[in-house]
């Protein structure tokens, strides 16, 4: 079993998700869109699943929103702290 193929951090879907909804992808580059990432996850917790199927089954649509909600506030906290500290670092 490969673990790093088998297992994955649920919320890693919801951040990429919300960063391409929000398009922020067209307005910074892929250095700062990394930062992005590590920096929103950092301060979200694991949801560690096999299958997107998985979370489908058992999350309520409250609890859906609430992860949606927890993903929207991690990105703008990480946001504004890469543009507070770097500056905008547009592509």
Do not use: W
């Not at 979370?55 to 990105?75: G, K, N, P």
Request: aromatic share 10%.
């Amino acid at each position: 079993m490969f673990l790093d193929l088998d297992i994955h951090n649920y919320y890693e879907h919801l951040v990429i998700e919300n960063i391409s909804k929000r398009q922020l992808d067209m307005h910074y580059d892929k250095e700062f869109l990394a930062d992005l990432c590590c920096l929103s996850l950092s301060n979200l917790p694991a949801r560690y699943i096999r299958h997107e199927i998985d979370m489908a089954f058992y999350l309520s649509s409250t609890q859906r929103q609430s992860m949606c909600d927890e993903v929207i506030s991690a990105i703008d906290d990480a946001l504004n702290y890469l543009t507070r500290q770097n500056g905008t670092a547009k592509a």
